[in-house]
């Protein structure tokens, strides 16, 4: 009988066992794959990278790992983020408490012993008095249910399962489904090897140049001398992260347009994210942000030279809206003439054909399909497993019309299951191992709490979830977000509920939320 079993050892899995290990339960974490790494274990096509600076996106548990670790690029790439969970997994010695090649089919709870059953698919059990989900909401790939698909007679591959060989494009003729954060980074590194890209657009993205390169020395020593005082200003900033470049203290709407370009520029040069920190309104006036729009697009049309793929390249939406993408040379790729893009937005893909792809009439022809198409984020993976709660409550019919929630943390109806990085929680507007190592910190507390009052459950009640729920809503609102078709409302997934499932709040106000429903006794919560 475990104390608690943690679904994923991914970034989340792997530091909820440590945690959790560390103040004395019994705790098994299992995964799916064959390796630790989750996310930096599935994604490793061509040109992945993480998209916040990498002195930023690990972990600050522990002052000696943050010490020693360093990072080779400011980005750092797949290999090496896998690399540093394997590291992190050794330096902890989380190997021996974790099963890989271990898919959960199921978890049920069980109201007479107040213990979960999880079942795997290969029929092993285990009983359990808590569960972390720490299987991560973009662990769910996407495939659209293109007409034709088996019947392609190349090869398919998903930017979320890719191989582990190398794969050679030179001299075929590749086509990519998808102009997402995936796409953006396999773009320009396939177009150097084919014979010719096709790229096929629905919606054109936001593209920020990563200016990526070898991390500058003098910046890593500066942070490692007080790394402690860095991870505690970018916990203070909406994302849980950026805090070197705080935005400028006067709205967008409130400066001059000579001013405010200027602010556009240096955060363009700055790299990444920073644009989307120039201004405090950018998120939540559409004037304001249609300004950090038309910078953008104005920077397409003068790196692109066509002006009819520039202005298909340009998009219309708020940015932001979608997730920004962080590129190394996306836009300048079609300059090149084995480069095509084609405009399915009003057109769709009609189907696939043994030799290539349909639309508006016209066979593109391709001897490998790449589908960058994105993932069923949030609620995919959780449904992907059977997980019962109180009176056999099942999650996915509780979640048919939207994922219910509680501080993203919990969900009524189902005891003693934590969620990690879920819908309801900052994750997606955060660097995802701050809001992991918030969560691991507020349930391991939760944890010895409980024992301490000796309570053997706890379960979100169902008048606080409506309540967290509304406030979710009626922050998103005040957003810029509803404004367009993003995984965030689960619109990229056609019957798709669509709620807006990230707490768009920020990361102190919700750490905040957090911590005053503990320090009331777990407001909202019944205990057993
Ligand atoms: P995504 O952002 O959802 O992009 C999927 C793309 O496929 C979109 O362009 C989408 O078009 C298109 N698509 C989906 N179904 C289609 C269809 N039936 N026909 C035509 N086009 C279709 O997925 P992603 O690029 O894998 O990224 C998902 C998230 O993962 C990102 O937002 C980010 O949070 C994370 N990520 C991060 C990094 C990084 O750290 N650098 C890299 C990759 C991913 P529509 O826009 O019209 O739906």
Sequence with gaps: MLDVLIVG????GLYALHKLRSIGLKVQAVDAAPSVGGTWYANRYPGARVDIQSLEYSYSFDEGLQQEWSWSERYAAQPELLRYANHVADRFDLRRDIELNTRVEAAHFDESSGQWLVRSTDGRQWRTRFVVMANGPLSAPNTPAFEGLA?????????????????DFTGLD????????SAVQIIPIVAEQARSLTVFQRTPAYAVPA???????DWERRIKADYAGFRARNRQMRSGFGSELQPHPLPALQVSDAERDAVFEQRWQAGGFALLGAFTDLFTDLRANEHACEFVRRKIRSIVRNPAVAARLCPTHPIGCKRLCVDTGYYATYNRDKVTLVDVSQAPIERITPHGLLTGGREYKADLLVLATGFDAFTGPMQRIDVRGRGALSLRDKWRGGPLNYLGLTVAGFPNLFNLVGAGSTSAFTS???????????????LQWLDAHGHETIEASEPAEAQWVSLMNAIAQQTIFLGCNSWYLGANIPGKPRMFMPMAGGFPMYAERCAAVARDGYAGFVMH
Excluded: Q
């Design 9 to 12: 050892a991914g970034f989340g």
């Design 151 to 167: 019947d392609f007679e190349g090869r398919v591959l998903h930017s979320a399962a890719w191989p582990h060989e190398p794969v």
């Design 174 to 181: 590749v086509a990519v489904i998808g102009t997402g954060s």
């Design 211 to 217: 200016h990526n390169g070898p991390l500058d020395r």
């Design 432 to 446: 995802v191992i701050t809001a992991i190592e918030h969560h691991v910190d507020w349930i391991a507390d939760c």
